[in-house]
């Protein structure tokens, strides 16, 4: 199967630039105008929704701007963030230093369209997953799903965010221009309809707990392993 996470990374030339958008810097960091504008919203929902103590992981951390300010608003949370690209990796090792935060350990590669992957991360309390569902297929965002759910402990919670459809339309003209240059770019992707998440996320054993309507038409996905 055609890796499309990579996509994100820019290891694939067909896809559209504006998918991610990152400056770089002479120290390593990199920083993403996107994660400036959505840092806010998505760490007070974190806050609101992430328990308190114990695992958390970030999937396709990205330049790190987000991981940091996690790290701050749950602290007895242990951080772990992950990329694909060794760039963003060195982005996230230099925003971390910055911050000298206990609880973050340092960034590891992670491609969470793989099969098995959670095997490795099966004591997981919370997981934080976004922008990426767009950017990969259908088959790829099941099994990333299904890794998610296998990954958490029970009790545990996750929030997958960003651009989605709604009853199966595109309800604003950025989403349908953003959506229709990623089809172009590579069929296989783009955005995914939000009942076929919730669907998803029911048939991967996962209770959706609330959608969260996010700034920029976005939305967040809150569930949760149910208990044994």
């Known amino acids: 199967m055609l890796n499309v996470y990579s996509v994100k990374m820019g290891f694939r030339a067909n896809i559209p630039p504006t998918t991610s958008v990152a400056v770089p810097s002479g120290d390593g960091r990199l920083s993403a105008p996107?994660?400036?504008?959505?840092?806010?919203?998505?760490?007070?929902?974190?806050?609101?929704f992430a328990p308190e103590r114990g695992q958390a992981l970030?999937?396709?951390?990205?330049?790190?701007?987000?991981?940091?300010?996690?790290?701050?608003?749950?602290?007895?949370?242990?951080?772990?963030?992950?990329?694909?690209?060794?760039?963003?990796?060195a982005s996230?090792?230099?925003?971390?230093?910055?911050?000298?935060?206990?609880n973050v350990r340092p960034p590891i590669i992670l491609n969470a369209t793989e099969i098995g992957w959670s095997s490795k991360f099966n004591n997981q309390k919370f997981i934080l997953l976004v922008n990426l569902i767009h950017l990969i297929s259908e088959d790829e965002a099941t099994i990333l799903i299904s890794e998610i759910s296998a990954a958490l402990t029970p009790g545990g919670r996750s929030i997958i965010y960003g651009p989605f459809k709604r009853n199966n339309k595109l309800t604003s003209a950025g989403d349908q221009t953003f959506h229709k240059s990623l089809i172009e770019a590579d069929p296989q992707i783009g955005y995914k309809d939000d009942a076929w998440m919730t669907a998803k996320l029911k048939e991967k054993k996962l209770r959706l707990l609330k959608v969260v309507s996010m700034p920029s038409n976005n939305l967040a996905f809150v569930c949760e392993k149910p208990r044994l």
Do not use: F, M
């Open 34 to 48: 996107a994660a400036v504008k959505n840092t806010g919203p998505i760490t007070g929902l974190v806050k609101q």
């Open 58 to 89: 970030e999937i396709a951390s990205g330049t790190g701007q987000h991981i940091v300010k996690l790290a701050i608003v749950k602290p007895n949370l242990n951080w772990q963030p992950s990329d694909i690209d060794p760039l963003r990796i």
């Open 92 to 102: 996230i090792e230099t925003w971390c230093e910055d911050y000298n935060l206990s």
